[in-house]
């Protein structure tokens, strides 16, 4: 990432929050070589300072958003490292982490190593990467977890798409994720594939596929339990797009002698949208997990606000549409997250921007040990710039996005990301998109 030669930058009278610093002040952020130089407010302007005035809007951490499918390397480009990051800076976010279920998926340092290259021409904002749990995400033999560890796009493990099936396979992983230090983002997708494995040593009886979720958490949470205490730090396991009311429970009780080692994710869509949702067309929307009842959307919003719930993230998964017609499962939010977050969260009140920041940027870093998701001084200039008014309607043929399966097409939201900065370039603003390569 190249950070010299970029001329210093003056955003002027924003309100600015940043959770992990405390900040909540309308003040003035100058920044200079790529980094937050200095905070403070009514900063006169010194020459070769380009200045912004972002006055009545809030300016908060780069948002992150850590569960992103980005597809690239595939035939059908259901998305690419230019498009979805695009789509990403478009939607506030100056950070993604990206799954491994690409055709072929992440589980070698070989195949990390070809994303890098492609992250480094084309991405316009940070890309992470969940690494495969499993060789060639078949549910058999782990991963050399050490090898991916000292790879530097590797920030988690994930079996996007299925949990691991076997007892063993499991235990073996929180074993060897605990003694590498790198954190497990579960997936209790408990797809018919998974469960056609005839899992043994579940402790308890699989019921139909999708149904097993609470089963699959509880199960998983326990062994992550078990390691731990003695020598080693212990695993952090992270559950991601929860969709129960039940499943919040386990996670609730697990999480009180957790010792900061568990945590968990919603999407907006499990947030907003339930079974009796339909699309344009009268149609079901199709996505794992699938959409639930009324009353999980309720404990999900209750367990954001309880503070149950440590991240929100869009599971961005893009498919073309004759794959949707024939039932393919994902649903794409990079570029409505922030305003269905911002109008369903924020201005009815049941949280405030301040723990929104918190759920889409201080935690995320902190879960996956990211170094933004902050504001502090002499930290990497990663900013988004939000306008808490401005009114707008979800139109998916405006997306940079490739794909169009998104189920908020339509809808009427208020608040929008104005600006997004990532490591001191501007690489958005009112919706403008500006070049490749950070
Ligand atoms: C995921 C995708 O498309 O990659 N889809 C989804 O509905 N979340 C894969 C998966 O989780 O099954
Ligand atoms: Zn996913």
């Not at 060639?136 to 994930?158: I, M, N, Q, W, Y």
């Not at 790198?182 to 899992?199: I, M, N, T, Y």
């Not at 949280?351 to 940027?361: D, F, G, H, P």
Request: with cysteine; charged share 25%.
């Amino acid at each position: 990432m190249t950070l010299i030669n970029l001329q210093p930058l003056l955003l002027k009278n924003g309100h600015v929050i940043d959770p992990a610093t405390g900040l909540d002040s309308v003040t003035d952020i100058l920044v200079k070589g790529g980094r937050i130089s200095l905070i403070a407010p009514d900063l006169t302007p010194e020459e070769g300072e380009e200045v912004i005035n972002v006055g009545g809007k809030y300016v908060v951490p780069g948002l992150i958003d850590c569960h992103v499918h980005l597809r690239d390397f595939e035939e059908c480009q259901r998305e690419t490292i230019a498009s979805g990051t695009r789509a990403a800076v478009t939607g506030g976010f100056t950070t993604v982490i990206c799954e491994p279920n690409t055709k072929p998926p992440l589980d070698s340092p070989e195949r990390l190593e070809a994303l890098r290259e492609k992250v480094e021409r084309e991405a316009l904002c940070r890309v992470y990467a969940k690494a495969s749990m499993t060789r060639g995400r078949e549910g058999e033999v782990l991963t050399d977890f050490k090898a991916l560890k000292g790879h530097p796009l590797v920030v988690a493990l994930s079996e996007d798409g299925n949990p691991i099936v076997e007892e063993q396979l499991m235990r073996e992983a929180c074993r060897r994720a605990a003694k590498h230090q790198l954190p497990l983002s579960l997936h209790c997708e408990d797809s018919g594939f998974s469960l056609a494995r005839k899992p043994k040593g579940l402790g308890f009886q699989p019921r139909e596929p999708f149904h097993n979720e609470p089963g699959f958490i509880a199960r998983d949470l326990r062994l992550a339990q078990e390691i731990g205490g003695g020598s080693t730090a212990g695993v952090k396991v992270h559950v991601s797009h929860v969709s129960l009311a039940e499943s919040i429970q386990i996670i609730e009780e697990a999480k009180k002698d957790g010792k900061g080692r568990i945590t968990c994710e919603v999407t907006p869509h499990h947030l907003f949208l339930d079974e009796t949702s339909r699309g344009p067309h009268g149609l079901p929307f199709t996505v794992n997990p699938p959409l639930r009842k009324k009353e999980d959307c309720t404990a999900l919003q209750r367990a954001i606000k309880d503070g149950t719930i440590d991240a929100i993230a869009s599971d961005h998964a893009p498919h073309r549409e004759e794959d949707k017609r024939a039932g393919a499962p994902g649903l794409i939010g990079l570029e409505t997250t922030l305003g269905v977050v911002l109008t369903g969260l924020i201005h009815p009140g049941l949280i405030s921007l301040k723990e929104a920041v918190r759920l889409m940027s201080t935690n995320p870093a902190r879960i996956f040990g990211l170094g933004g998701g902050s504001l502090a001084v002499g930290g990497p200039a990663d900013i988004t710039v939000i306008d808490m008014e401005r009114e707008w309607i979800v139109e998916g043929k405006r997306f940079q996005s490739l794909a169009r399966n998104c189920p908020f097409e339509g809808w009427r939201l208020k608040g929008q990301a104005v600006l997004t900065m990532v490591g001191g370039r501007v690489v958005m603003r009112e919706g403008v998109v500006k070049g490749y390569g950070l």
